[in-house]
């Protein structure tokens, strides 16, 4: 009776400090791949800052002038055909009640700024997108730099911002692109489909931090069900170590016993 009441003590602590390390597991898998994300996210936002950057000492190479000459033209020409992501290069400023655009297309009057780009501003810089679809079957990332009363901007293959501008990035995670202060995302890259039958776990986890020099906001994520197979993979990995230092145990104390001898209960004559 005294050995089937210990195996059952023993049994509900085994059963209890697999609960404990269950959610342990759990706490520290959720906290370790918030912090891989926030991590990479950093990265990524530095990596689009630097490409952004790039841009824009492009176009501050040139001495600004209102005037849209053939060297200019020439010069905008060169730097686009160097660099694969770049789909144009100009300056704009605003003429009357029209818009004078001077790029790689030539020096041509258009609508008004709110037709041709949407876009947030920090200090001088703009960040957003082209809304002419005149020549480009897509619309453009547009970067741009205020220079007086010059609008300086170059236009951007929009796939490289959340392609090559951030890679390696991290496998099954989402990434998404907003323009500072907007709920809706300029660009999203989606890695895995979600396709849970239960609702919450294609709810996801998500971090996101906004750039120090731009006005946006970069954020990456996992679906729940992805962080519960993670979860389970690590937490399994604990059980394995569990149950062998269990089992070891159990062998060390039985050791023990058979080493030492013990005592006869019986009275001696």
């Known amino acids: 009776m005294d050995l089937i009441y210990k195996r059952e003590i023993s049994y509900r602590g085994v059963f209890a400090l697999s609960i404990f390390l269950f959610f342990t597991g759990l706490y520290y898998s959720v906290s370790e791949m918030r912090a891989e994300m926030e991590h990479h996210l950093k990265k990524a936002s530095n990596s689009i800052d630097s490409h952004i950057e790039k841009?824009?000492?492009?176009?501050?190479?040139?001495?600004?002038?209102?005037?849209?000459?053939?060297?200019?033209?020439?010069?905008?020409?060169?730097?686009?055909?160097?660099?694969?992501?770049?789909?144009?290069l100009g300056f704009a400023y605003i003429a009357r009640d029209s818009l004078q655009v001077c790029s790689i297309?030539?020096?041509?009057?258009?609508?008004?700024?709110?037709?041709?780009?949407?876009?947030?501003?920090?200090?001088?810089?703009?960040?957003?997108?082209?809304?002419?679809?005149?020549?480009?079957?897509?619309?453009?990332?547009?970067?741009?730099?205020?220079t007086g009363p010059l609008m300086e901007f170059g236009y951007v293959n929009p796939r490289h911002v959340l392609g090559g501008w951030i890679e390696p990035v991290l496998s099954a995670a989402d990434y998404d692109f907003f323009l500072l202060g907007e709920d809706d995302a300029l660009?999203?890259?989606?890695?895995?489909?979600t396709n849970s039958s239960i609702d919450w776990l294609n709810q996801r986890l998500t971090v996101t931090a906004a750039s120090k020099r731009f006005p946006y906001t970069l954020s990456v994520s996992y679906s729940y069900l992805h962080v519960l197979k993670a979860v389970l993979r690590s937490v399994g990995q604990y059980m394995v170590v569990l149950v062998v230092g269990f089992v070891t145990f159990l062998l060390l104390l039985?050791?023990?016993?058979?080493?030492?001898?013990q005592r006869s209960s019986g009275h001696s004559n």
Not at 69 to 86: A, F, K, P, T, W
Not at 254 to 261: C, I, Q, T, V
């Open 105 to 146: 297309f030539g020096d041509v009057k258009t609508s008004s700024v709110e037709r041709n780009w949407h876009y947030k501003k920090v200090n001088n810089y703009y960040i957003g997108t082209s809304l002419s679809l005149a020549y480009f079957p897509e619309t453009s990332f547009f970067i741009g730099k205020r």
């Open 254 to 261: 039985s050791g023990l016993k058979g080493f030492y001898p």
């Open 55 to 88: 841009v824009i000492n492009e176009l501050s190479q040139v001495s600004m002038s209102a005037q849209c000459n053939q060297e200019l033209i020439s010069y905008y020409e060169n730097v686009v055909y160097r660099h694969d992501h770049l789909r144009a």
């Open 187 to 193: 660009y999203s890259r989606t890695q895995e489909a």
